[in-house]
């Protein structure tokens, strides 16, 4: 088993490094955030995903897995280096690829020992090229080093069972003995490898992360159609599903794709294209749509509130997902700010995404910690994340704790089945609206 060093503790260093030394590597996560290393030595994890906190305890007590911030000692003598740091996005859309380079000129003068070093953050295509240029012109010991590309593929609230049972490896090298090497650090895992050089697997991230996301463009720009001609595009999509070549993934309508990949790889690589003097056209047409969905339910408020101001808000659901705490690229940051803009005032319901959304919003928002809470005589009420706990409500708390209950719905978290005789106004997307509140009293009475 190979001596691994992973850089970075985020998402992908973290995940990586837990998951190597699961399948029975020896591990050092560095990272120079002294409080998340605290944090790790401890067990625990600093980010939300289930499932992994159990296996740094796990592999910390076998001593299979350490946590460092001095990099110095750990990249003097590692066999393999992964960099599995932040790529976040520059202004003009491109990739900053800074953490990388400071990563690579750390490790450039550190390796005292020959080494691969194996970019996993996602990274424009050509960039393992120029790491592996930039280390060799730094290097401060006479080793030989390499570059592999070797891109992950992991989501968050699924990240570890996305690791251990992936769908594919992809590593991209230029040698035969850099892709020996990463086929026996992925041996155990006992997956399909797809080897391949470099250039071609920093493509095939990009490749599958933007085609991820122009399918879920696409399936919103269907929806916003379906709810003009009068169709049901949840009928729509399980009508298509059933031909293999389409599936029924990714097929979810809502107020558009967030987190910290799809709007950032989109971005990128359609920047890289413009810079190679080409136009991507359908991955710009994937982020203007996704542009314009984010205000699909807002759009759809406005008819029946022509302002927000004084207006009680309920809202649930704020990450930009289910299952984790992060809330980059969140739908629910554009809209919150919009409808506290106008004067609106927020009381807003999440499982996870509290703490941090607390840092955005400290004093404007009134929390709570359950969804009666949040619903309680609000005026309207907006959803923004499909948790299970808000699939699984009891409808009937709608018309019980609201005000007024107009509920405008950006995951299609229920029913129209379900939601009706519920005594509520109720749109979703892509879907006919439920127009009970008022009317059903009245034919009642
Ligand atoms: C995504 C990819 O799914 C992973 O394969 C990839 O490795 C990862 O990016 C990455 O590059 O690191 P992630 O951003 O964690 O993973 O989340 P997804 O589950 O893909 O969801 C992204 C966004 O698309 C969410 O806002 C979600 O609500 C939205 N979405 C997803 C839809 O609106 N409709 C769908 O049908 C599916």
């Known amino acids: 088993m190979s001596n691994i060093t992973v850089a970075g503790t985020g998402y992908v260093g973290l995940v990586t490094g837990v998951c190597l030394a699961e399948v029975g590597h020896q591990v050092t996560c560095v990272d120079n955030n002294d409080e998340k290393i605290y944090l790790l030595r401890q067990g625990i994890s600093p980010i939300y995903e289930p499932g992994l906190d159990e296996l740094i305890v796990k592999n910390t007590e076998n001593g299979k897995l350490d946590f460092t911030t001095d990099y110095q000692s750990v990249y003097a003598h590692s066999d393999v280096i992964f960099i ?21 000129k750390e490790i450039a003068e550190s390796v005292e020992q020959d080494c691969l070093v194996v970019v996993k953050s ?19 010991h006479n080793v030989k080093i390499e570059v592999a590309s070797n891109p992950e593929f992991l989501a968050q609230g699924t990240a570890v069972r996305d690791t251990l049972y992936a769908s594919r490896i992809v590593i991209g090298t230029e040698s035969d003995e850099a892709k020996q090497i990463l086929m026996d650090v992925y041996e155990p895992f006992k997956l399909p490898i797809l080897a391949m050089n470099r250039r071609s697997a920093e493509m095939v991230k990009y490749a599958s992360n933007d085609f991820l996301a122009l399918k879920i463009s696409f399936i919103n720009d269907i929806a916003n159609l379906c709810e003009k001609v009068g169709a049901n595009i949840e009928d729509v999509t399980n009508g298509m599903s059933y031909d293999e070549r389409i599936g029924n993934r990714f097929l979810n309508p809502g107020i558009g794709y967030g987190g910290s990949c799809f709007p950032k790889d989109t971005k990128a690589l359609h920047w890289l294209a413009e810079e190679e003097g080409y ?23 406005r008819n029946d509130f022509p302002t927000f101001n004084e207006k009680k808000v309920a809202v649930l659901g704020l990450t930009f ?27 807003a319901f999440d499982p996870v995404g509290i703490e941090n959304y607390k840092k955005l919003f400290p004093d404007q928002i009134s929390y709570k910690h359950s969804i009666e809470e949040a619903l309680e005589d609000a005026e309207l009420c907006f959803i923004f994340t499909e948790w299970p706990e808000i699939k699984e409500m009891d ?8 005000k007024t209950p107009y509920i405008y719905d950006g995951r299609n978290c229920f029913s129209l089945y379900e939601i009706q005789n519920k005594g509520v106004n109720y749109h979703s997307i892509g879907r006919p609206s439920v127009i009970e509140y008022g009317v059903l009293d009245e034919v009642q009475a």
């Open 321 to 347: 997902k289910p299952g984790t705490d992060d809330l980059r690229e969140a739908p629910s940051i554009p809209n919150i700010r919009l409808l506290l803009n106008e004067g609106a005032r927020i009381q």
């Open 395 to 402: 409808l009937g708390l709608f018309k019980e704790k609201m």
């Open 84 to 104: 599995g740091v932040g790529t976040p996005e520059n202004e003009d859309g491109s990739a900053n690829l800074n953490y990388v380079f400071t990563v690579a």
């Open 279 to 301: 136009i991507l056209r359908t991955v710009k047409a994937a982020i203007d749509v996704n542009e314009k969905q984010k205000y699909a339910l807002i759009k759809k408020a």
């Open 122 to 140: 996602t990274v424009p295509i050509g960039t393992n090229d120029r790491v592996e240029a930039y280390i060799k012109a730094h290097l401060k």
